[in-house]
Each structure stands twice: as C-alpha cells, then as structure tokens.
C-alpha cells in the first residue's frame, strides 16, 4: 500500500530542517537565559541576605537531631513508649488550646462585623463618596500590612499580658483582609436591584441592606469561615509575645528545652488545625453549593 | 408640569442627549420613541436623576430637580416612581418586601432596615398586589417568578409610592405579547384613572400610537418629532428609525379593549 504521504527529497527537505531547528534553539536559549537569570538572582540575593550555604551544610546534621530530640522524654526513650508522660500537661494544653480558639473565634466576629460595614463604603460601585472610600481602602491597607505579631505586641504593651492584646490584634488584621474581599464581593453584584431601590427614594442603607447584602450574604459567610480557619493558627502564636493562648506555652518549652513537651503541643495543635480546616471546609462548600442551586 | 429645558448629557466627548426642551402637562401619557442608543433611556434616568445633566434643567412645577440634594432628592424620587426594562426587583427578597422598597422613603431608615412595616403599609402593598393580580404570590422569592409576574411587581412597588409622575424605560421589552398587554393596559389604567403623569420609553411604533397621548421622537439624542400620535406617517416613522424601520412598523397592533373590560385587572380604588 502506498503512503499518503510524500516523502520530500532531500535538497527541499534540508532547508525546511534547518529552518525548524534554528527556532528551536532560539526557544532554548530563551529558556536556558531565564533559568540563569534566576540562579543568579538566588546568589545575589543570599549573598545580600547572609544566606551562608556552607553554614547551613555545616550544621544540617544538628537539624535531624532536634527533631529525634522533641519525641524523646527526659529519661531518652521514645515519647509513644509512654503516652501519659508525653502528654503530661494535658489538662493545662486543652483549657490553652480552649483559650486560643475563643481568641480566634472572638478576633474573627469582631473582625467580620468591622470589615461588614467597611466593605461597603469601600466598593467602587455603591461606596457614597469618593474621598470615604480612599480613607476606608487605606485604613484597610494599614490593617492587613502590619503583621498580626506586631499588633500583638504593641497591645500586650498597651493592655497587659494576656488574650485582650492577641483578640484586638486578630480582629484589627481580620478588619483589613476581609474588609478587601467583602468590598470585592461587593463590587461584583448585580446593580440592577440597587438602582430599582434608589429609584424609590430610598435611603443608602436601605438600599444596601435590600439591594445589595442578600447577594452578598453567603460569599462573606464564605470568607468568613476561611478567616476563621487562617486566625486559629495564627492566634496558636500569639503567646509568642504574651497575648495569650497555649502559644505561651510552646514558646516556653522551646527556650527551656522541654523537648517532648513541644512535640506533645505542636501535635496538639497540628490535630485542632485540621479539625477546624475540614470543618469549616465541608460548611464552605455545602455554601458554594447552596449558591450554585440558587 | 415637567419640565426640561436644554438638557444635555455627554458621555466622553458624545453626546447622547443633546438639547432636549420638552413640558408634559400633568396627567399626560407621552410615549418616547426612536431606534436603540437614541437617548430615550439617558433622558429618562435623568428626570429620576439616576444620571446628571451635564448641561439643562429639568423642572417640576417650580422645582428644580436637577438642583436637588439629599433628602430633597430622595423626596423626588419617591415622587417620580420608575419602571425599568428588566424589572430590578432584589431576587433574593420576597414579592411583599420588593414592594414594600417603594414606602422606604416614608419609613424611618431603622424601621424599614429591620423590615418592621406597619399593618397599615402591608395593606397598602397587598391592595397594590392584588391590584395586578399577584397578591397570592406575595411570600415568594422575587426571581422564581414570570418576567411578566416581575414586572406587575415593579409596577405595584411603583404604586405604592403614590407618584406624581411615573417613567417607564422600555418596560415591555423583555416580554412576551401577552405580558406586554397587561403592562401597557396597567400603565394606561394607571393614567386615566388616577391622572398620574405616564412617560413611557417604547420601541415599538404600533404600541406607542396604540396607548399613548402623545410621543416624542428621538434621533442621536435629539428631538425630531413632538405630536399627536396620527400625526406620526409611516415616512415620519421611516425618517425616525432608519434601518429598523419595517420591524418596528410591521409589528401586528395590539387590539386595544375598553378601559374597565379587560379581565383580571382591576386596580384598587377604581
């Protein structure tokens, strides 16, 4: 059977060839030329750093060795060897664990309710004037810029010791990030609603709360739920500085080497931050579900 | 009386309204009409100042609207009820509450934000309801509804603040011949019985000769035609839409029916 195909001879088939193989190459080279650019940023940018390669070859091996450490108890023998001496502090670690989980739970409500009426002033297309809405977007800005920690610490200067301090510095960063995503939500609605309700006479909050929350409501619960599951781990480090939490804990057993008391919290916490991911998780997409029904 | 004198509006260096002068005396139904982008729907927006003239007034009675601010504003606008082409009722919400939004302005902002309506304000909007034939469906969710139900919803949220004048953009065209006669006969009900001012911005020729009093044609913003409706021949009609005009000529007319015979349509009071 003869091919369909024509084979070309070689005189033509030669210029064709190497027509393809030259566009080929300036594809590689184009390719090779980033790959180095990028590995020469990575030396630079160590180099400025201090990022020393041959410390961190030199002590590597120290590295392996703390984390064999953490799940050794005091007497040398693996941590599973006996659990109710691993997790002797259990009782003290849940009411902290407890504590952190209020703190987060109260940072986000606080929070959710600031960036609620924020966003709304924010968004391009219902804020009331012009000038609001560039103050609201850069308080928001100040607020989600500035790391959680440092608020922290400045409230723990401020108001004490304790989980007043960690609360207000969730809440003040949770005002600032969500108060961006709310102000989106709001931004992408159907004007349509709004402007009926304008028509008539109404009031802005009128028509906020008429025309333009019920099509909001379930993506800011949406958001709100994943800030959640953001602020509980990073309410777990808050007493780092003070500001309450079974943080306050980890950080003392790190300095004062209780080895297996840091592996019993991380584990503890690693356990309550999934819980708390899946379900949330499984609330947020029975939502997006309930959405896409509608 | 309304009245607009010179009103412009540019968008960028375009001009879609351009040097509109017209008076429609109270209790009047007049009929905008002209092809797509020829302004009607930007005319209509400002005298509800949804958009601002960027030159013109526009007056009702001794008041100039276009001044307005504030409370003041939102006043005339409860005066001046609007109908839109695709109905903007808040889906998410009840029929009763979508109607309720045209009291809003008489309720204080607390009482109407925690939907706290009176008995009074409830009867008022049922009545309207049921004066369109949809009070049974009062307690549904405004987007499970019919186009043609929606719109009889807007209309009702219309009533209900008891306007003065009342403008319709284009209020039939997203609907079937059968709901565009309910619409139309409820806005031609609305203006015999009560005198309530009706402008009605319309694609349709036959339509508009068919219920209006009067029509105003548009052309690239201007007006070029101001009559009765017999004065409008089909050259007119042809100067006036261009292209487009064997469509809009060459739609059936509507058979118009005796005010007071038309089944299922009573308004209250009446």
Known sequence: MSSPIALLPDAQLRPLLDAYEASVRSRRWHTLLILACVAVAMVLSSISAEVSIPKLLDNIHRFPSYII?????????????????????????????????????????????????????????????????????????????????????????????????????????????????????????????????????????????????????????????????????????????????????????????????????????????????????????????????? | MLRLEGVTKSFGGKRAVDQVSLVVPTGQLVGVIGRSGAGKSTLLRMINRLGDPTQGRILFGDTDITQLKGR????????????????????????????????????PTSRALLKLWSDDEKAQALS????????????????????????????????VQEPDIILADEPIASLDPRNTKVVMDALLHINKHFGITVVCNLHSLDLARSYCDRLVGMAAGRVVFDDVPAALTDAVARDLYGLEAGEVVGEAPPVLMPVGARPGFALAGS
């Not at chain 1, 920690?149 to 600032?176: E, K, M, Q, R």
């Not at chain 1, 989106?184 to 333009?212: C, L, T």
């Not at chain 2, 009722?89 to 302005?105: E, H, I, K, T």
């Not at chain 2, 186009?147 to 009702?156: D, M, P, S």
């Open chain 1, 69 to 294: 450490r953490l799940f050794q108890l005091e007497n040398g023998r693996p941590v599973w060897t006996d659990v109710a001496e691993w997790f002797w502090g259990l009782p003290r670690w849940l009411r902290l664990l407890g504590e952190t989980l209020l703190m987060a739970y109260v940072g986000t409500v606080l929070g959710v309710i600031g960036a609620f009426v924020l966003s709304f002033l924010a968004a391009a297309n219902v804020a009331p004037s012009r000038w609001l809405r560039w103050t609201v977007r850069r308080f928001c800005e100040i607020c989600r810029t500035v790391p959680e920690l440092v608020f922290a610490l400045v409230f723990v200067i401020a108001f004490g010791l304790g989980p007043v301090a960690g609360v207000l510095a969730v809440a003040i960063h949770t005002v600032g990030a969500l108060g961006k995503l709310f102000a989106e939500v709001v931004e992408n609605i159907d004007m349509k609603p709004v402007e009926g309700i304008i028509a008539g006479g109404s009031s802005w909050p009128v028509a906020m709360r008429f025309g333009a929350l019920p099509q909001t409501m379930s993506n800011f619960v949406s958001y709100a739920l994943l800030r959640f599951e953001i602020n509980v781990r990073s309410t777990a480090v808050m007493g780092f500085v003070g500001a309450g939490g079974i943080g306050q804990d980890l950080i003392e057993a790190i300095r004062k080497f209780y080895y297996s008391d840091v592996s019993a919290i991380l584990v503890l916490i690693i356990i309550t931050v999934s819980v708390i991911d899946t379900l949330t998780s499984h609330v947020r997409h029975r939502l997006i579900g309930l959405q896409e029904k509608h």
């Open chain 2, 72 to 107: 003041a504003l939102r006043q005339w606008r409860a005066r001046c009820a609007m109908i839109f082409q695709q109905f903007n009722l808040a889906g998410r919400l009840d029929v009763l509450n979508n109607v309720m939004m045209g009291r809003a302005f008489h309720v």
């Open chain 2, 128 to 159: 309207a309801l049921e004066s369109l034939d949809m009070a049974r469906l009062a307690g549904q969710r405004a987007d499970t509804l019919s186009g043609g139900q929606q719109q009889r919803v807007a209309i009702a949220r219309a009533l």
